[in-house]
C-alpha cells in the first residue's frame, strides 16, 4: 500500500513538474510582454518561427533574450564616464531611467541588432544576490556602486526572488554595447576558478 502511494506522489510530482516547465517556456505573447516592459514605447512584433523559437523585433531591431542567472549574462559597464540607462532601443528622445558608473556590475538581459548597431538592455546588480558569483573572485572585484537614479523607483531594494528573477530597484535600460564588458566565458572562469 505504501508502495502505491509512493508511485501515486511521484507521478503528481512528475505531472506538476511538466506542467510547470511547459507554463515557464517563452510564447509569442509572453516575450512580447517582457520586450514592452524593456521598451514601452517601441513597436514590437514577437512570432514563434518554424522550429518553435520565439523571434522578436522592436522599431527595426532584432531582439535575443538572455536569462540574468546563466553565467554568462553578465558585464561591467567599462565607459569612462557613467552611462544613462534609456528605455528607448536606440537611446534616443525617451526617458532617463538612471546613470551607472565605471565598473556597475550588471546583467546583459537582451541584446538588440540593426545592421551594424548593437545593444544592451542591462540590469544593474549587487554581486551579492547573484547565485552565479558564489566563490567567484572576478565578483568580488565589484563592490556596490551608486546608481544615480534619474527617473521614479519602487522603494524596494534590488532583490532575487524565489522564481529567478531580479526585482525592486534594479536599474535597468538600454546602453550601447561599446559601453558594456560582457563577461562571455562566464563568471567562475573569468574568476580564476
Known sequence: MKSVMQTGLLAL?????????AAAKETAESARARLAGMAPSANIQCTTGSHGFVECTADGFDIAF?????????????????????DAIDGKGKKAIAALPHDQF??????????????????????????????????????????????PRTGKACQHDSHGN????????????????????????????
Not at 531580479?166 to 576558478?193: N, P, Q, R
Request: hydrophobic residues 35%.
Open 106 to 151: 550588471v546583467c546583459i538581459a537582451a541584446t538588440a541588432t540593426k545592421n551594424d548597431i548593437q545593444r544592451y538592455y542591462v540590469k544593474a546588480l549587487p554581486t551579492d544576490i547573484v547565485d552565479s558569483c558564489k566563490g567567484s573572485d572576478l565578483c568580488k572585484s565589484y563592490n556596490a556602486q551608486p546608481v544615480q537614479w534619474l527617473g
Open 66 to 86: 538572455s536569462d540574468c542567472n546563466a553565467d554568462t549574462s553578465y558585464g561591467s559597464i567599462m565607459a569612462d564616464k557613467s552611462v544613462t540607462l534609456s
Open 13 to 21: 510530482c512528475l505531472l506538476a513538474s511538466g506542467a510547470h516547465a
Open 166 to 193: 531580479y526585482i525592486g530597484d534594479c536599474a535597468s535600460g538600454w546602453v550601447d554595447k561599446d559601453d558594456v564588458e560582457a563577461f562571455s566565458m562566464g563568471l567562475k572562469t573569468i574568476g580564476g576558478e
